[in-house]
């Protein structure tokens, strides 16, 4: 098993070690330039590379600044890239553990980040890996995109919660809670609001499942793949998804897991949220 070291990067050319990566895992359509991580870093934010032993190019790295949401601060991560040959290894949870290390001595209790919500393994990543969870859904968030992954669809995302100080991300990160199966849930009883037909086609939305204490929405297995083979399809399925994940969220349901099946089949689990309970301003004065 490879081991790695984690470098978190404190000058220009730890940032520009970055460049070579996002080049390969996005194009180099769209970097992030060395010199604004720098001013992120010197600000309270994040770069951090990790290197396999034997190879003198950085094999992932993770990038993030401070941010504010609901007047409480927290960090926002722009990045992750872990290189094609690194993948399924243990680098990517390693460098969001230093991520989230170097969150909890600031004091912050949620790292946050956007998806695309059609990768599933990015689902599995975010979801099951490390105890994430999703609330709020954003149409064409970064506008049409160049880079190879996502180029010719619109880029919506949804917006990924992760609350690093809870026992639950904890245990995930050790892999010590791990969630059910798919299997499990739909033997449950648990109902489709979205689910994927013959031909890996997008079923419709049933809207009227809202009101269950569970809901499942599925996604296809590989994303990358139908889009390169069928754009239609993935503009399809682009759009029902949003309508799936706008109808659950409009009705206070949130995305608390990514569930997935022996024969690679995946699909979010929804719950309703608990209600906040917001202060009556009674004071006329
Ligand atoms: C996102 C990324 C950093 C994750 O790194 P990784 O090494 O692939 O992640 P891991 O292998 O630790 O976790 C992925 C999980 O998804 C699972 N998975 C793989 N293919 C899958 C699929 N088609 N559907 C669902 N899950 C899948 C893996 O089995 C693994 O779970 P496991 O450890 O329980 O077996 C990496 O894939 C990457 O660089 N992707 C391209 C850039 C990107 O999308 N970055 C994130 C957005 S900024």
Redesign the pocket.
């Known amino acids: 098993m490879v081991s790695f070291r984690i470098d978190v990067a404190k000058d220009i050319a730890a940032c520009a070690a970055t460049v070579p990566l996002q080049e390969e ?2 194009s180099g359509d769209v970097i992030v330039p060395p010199q604004l991580m720098l001013a992120a870093v010197h600000n309270g934010g994040f770069v951090a590379l990790g290197y396999a032993d034997d190879d003198a190019v950085a094999a ?1 790295f993770v990038f993030g600044f401070v941010g504010i949401y609901d007047y409480h601060f927290r960090h926002h991560s ?5 290189r094609e040959p ?8 390693e460098l969001k553990q230093a991520q989230r290390d170097h969150c909890l001595d600031q004091g912050i209790e949620v790292i946050g ?1 956007t ?1 695309d919500p059609l ?7 975010n979801f ?2 490390l105890g994430a969870y999703t609330r709020e859904y954003h149409r064409d968030f970064y506008g049409a995109m160049p880079d190879k ?1 996502n180029a010719g669809l619109p880029s919506d995302r949804i917006y990924v919660e992760w609350p690093i100080g809870h026992d639950r991300t904890y245990k995930r990160l050790k892999g010590e809670d791990r969630p059910p199966t798919l299997e499990q849930a739909e033997a449950e009883g648990i109902r489709y609001l979205l689910k994927v037909e013959e031909g890996d086609r997008p079923g419709a939305v049933n809207a009227g499942r809202a009101g269950e204490s569970h809901l499942l929405l599925a996604i296809p ?2 994303f990358q793949q139908l889009k390169a083979h069928d754009t239609g399809r993935a503009l399809e399925w682009r759009l029902r998804v949003r309508a799936a994940f706008e109808a659950a969220f409009a009705k206070g349901y949130a995305a608390v897991e990514f569930l ?1 099946a022996a024969d ?1 089949r ?1 699909a979010y689990l929804l719950v309703p949220q608990p209600r906040r309970e917001m202060p009556v301003d009674t004071d006329d004065a």
């Open positions: 895992v996005w992932g722009h990045m992750l890239a872990v690194y993948r399924g290894s243990t680098l990517a949870v980040w998806m990768e599933a393994r990015n689902a599995t990543f099951a890996k992954l297995t590989q997935r690679g995946g």
